[in-house]
């Protein structure tokens, strides 16, 4: 159809080209109607191409959409032949599961008829072995009430052996407690013999602090009498005379200071050997 096609316009034109050539050389006023004809034989040459593209795209989608449908086709075919092979199998299945049901219900029935038969062998030899079975419960029972006697012997027995053990705990207890106490009276005997050595060492300190401080107490007073004595001849005077003019009254003044500091001390120990007394009797107490 193309080969026609390119055929038909090259023979159109070399038909035409010396017609034309020849009005052209023979008529110039024939340019018009040559000029017509031409763009008519443009329009049919356009309208042929245009028809032939038209057709080919029309053939090129119409190959497309059946090789389209073609493949579809495949597809649901195989599809099919798969499905149609899933159902053989399952039907294959359920053959062999029908002929299984038949195999097992023939066997259950012929168990049945079995199981009939070894019923009444079974009842035959129950029938016997209850009545030995009664024979041996009332043995058995007689048994049984002999080992309740034994039970309720031995309950008593139980309860009086925990009783025993409640005694035996309850004195372990006391001699655990009376170690205790005998671990705090040791205890408290040794803090006493150590309270006790102290007070014997704070008396021992305390006479000696005495020892030492009577020649200050003797001077002591002997200062305070002598002060005494000049306040009531010089009525006053004459003590601003000598603590302006000579330095022996400060000298004398230091003495009491260092006797009421060792009697404030003095003290102090006698509050303490006092505490320590009070705690001794108490602990003795204890």
Not at 85 to 98: P, R, S
Not at 219 to 236: E, H, I
Request: charged fraction near 30%; aromatic fraction near 4%; glycine fraction near 2%.
């Amino acid at each position: 159809m193309t080969s026609a096609l390119g055929a038909s316009p090259a023979d159109n034109n070399a038909g035409d080209q010396p017609i034309d050539n020849q009005q052209q050389l023979q008529s110039p006023t024939d340019d018009f109607h040559m000029l017509d004809k031409s763009l008519v034989v443009v329009t049919d040459l356009l309208l042929i191409a245009n028809e032939d593209r038209h057709s080919d795209s029309s053939t090129l989608r119409d190959s497309i959409f059946l090789d389209d449908e073609l493949v579809l086709t495949k597809a649901k075919l195989a599809e099919m032949q798969r499905v149609c092979t899933d159902l053989d199998f399952q039907v294959k299945q359920l053959e062999a599961a029908k002929l299984l049901w038949d195999v097992t219900r023939l066997a259950m029935d012929f168990q049945v008829i079995k199981d009939k038969d070894a019923h009444s062998r079974i009842r035959n030899r129950l029938e016997d072995e209850l009545i030995r079975a009664s024979h041996a419960a009332k043995f058995f029972r007689a048994e049984a009430d002999k080992l309740q006697d034994q039970v309720v012997a031995k309950d008593t027995r139980i309860q009086e052996l925990e009783a025993q053990v409640q005694l035996l705990q309850n004195k372990n207890d006391m001699n655990l407690r009376l170690k205790q106490l005998e671990a705090q009276v040791h205890q408290l005997t040794a803090t006493n013999r150590t309270l006790i050595t102290e007070n014997h060492e704070l008396k021992v300190h305390q006479y000696e602090l005495q020892h030492d401080l009577q020649p200050v107490q003797r001077s002591s007073s002997w200062n305070l009498f002598n002060q005494n004595k000049a306040t009531s001849k010089a009525k006053g005077v004459v003590l601003l005379k000598k603590s302006t003019n000579s330095p022996t009254p400060t000298k004398e003044v230091q003495p009491t200071v260092k006797s009421s500091a060792n009697l404030e001390l003095i003290r102090m120990l006698k509050r303490e050997l006092d505490d320590n007394k009070q705690r001794d009797s108490i602990d003795a107490w204890y």
